[in-house]
């Protein structure tokens, strides 16, 4: 069981990237999908998530501005990140809890970095 995240780069402040993260292997059920970020220096914190009912959830620095999603059919949970700026500049992970084989767990990928240019 993995997840892989994908979709970040470098952009300039006001523009836009959009993140994926799959998730595969022996899964029976996915639960809440998350994104994280860690910029260099600073503690991971949340930024984004969605239930399995795609309820959804964001840090106050990126709402209104960043939109989280998810297709069940693919595993796959988004996030569509408009109109960013210098201090969103960070490795971005995907989380997701995942019932296996073995029961449910937490799940991380491998990050992604996004770098934005002022």
């Known amino acids: 069981v993995q997840l892989q995240a994908s979709g970040g780069g470098l952009v300039q402040a006001g523009g836009s990237l959009r993140l994926s993260c799959a998730a595969s292997?022996?899964?029976?059920?996915?639960?809440?999908m998350d994104w994280y970020r860690q910029a260099p220096g600073k503690q991971r914190d949340l930024v984004a998530g969605i239930s399995s009912t795609h309820i959804t959830n964001y840090a106050d620095s990126v709402n209104g501005r960043f939109a989280i999603s998810r297709d069940n059919a693919k595993n796959t949970v988004y996030l569509q990140m408009n109109t960013l700026k210098p201090e969103d500049t960070a490795v971005y992970y995907c989380h997701a809890v995942l019932q296996t084989v073995g029961g449910w767990f937490d799940y991380w990928g491998q990050g992604t970095q996004v770098t934005v240019s002022s």
């Open positions: 292997g022996s899964i029976f059920t996915i639960g809440r």
